[in-house]
């Protein structure tokens, strides 16, 4: 009898506590690329460059994509996303607010 209820709270707990893992979103896959992207250009941009930062942006992308679904994502970069990037990056924003300003998170 004490089964379902027994049920009801396991169910509670792993809600709860996270316990489950769920696929993440298509908008969370886009922010973890962006911002490992974005990472992975740091050195680049302070070290060798805007203009090779603009030639390894969408190789950086790829490789930093956690799956393929994510790698949709590295498409829609264009010049106006390289130049902002590159721009906050040299201020030094951090990586995830220069995702947030991208709307990728």
């Known amino acids: 009898m004490h089964r379902p209820s027994l ?7 792993l ?10 979103s298509q908008a969370t896959l886009a922010c973890m690329t962006c911002v490992a ?3 992975a250009m ?6 060798e460059g805007d203009d090779v930062a603009k030639k390894q942006l969408n190789q ?11 790698e ?9 996303a390289v130049d902002v990037i590159i ?3 040299k201020i030094g924003v951090p990586p995830k607010t220069i995702c947030q300003q991208l709307k990728k998170c």
């Not at 809600?15 to 993440?24: E, G």
């Not at 950086?60 to 994510?70: G, I």
């Open 37 to 39: 992207t974005v990472k």
């Open 72 to 80: 949709a994502s590295c498409e829609e970069y264009g010049d106006d």
């Open 15 to 24: 809600i709860s506590t996270h316990a489950f893992v769920m696929p993440p």
């Open 7 to 13: 049920l009801i709270l396991l169910v509670s707990v």
């Open 87 to 89: 721009y906050l990056v």
């Open 42 to 47: 740091e050195p680049i941009i302070l070290n």
């Open 60 to 70: 950086l992308c790829y490789k930093e994509a956690p799956t393929p679904a994510a």
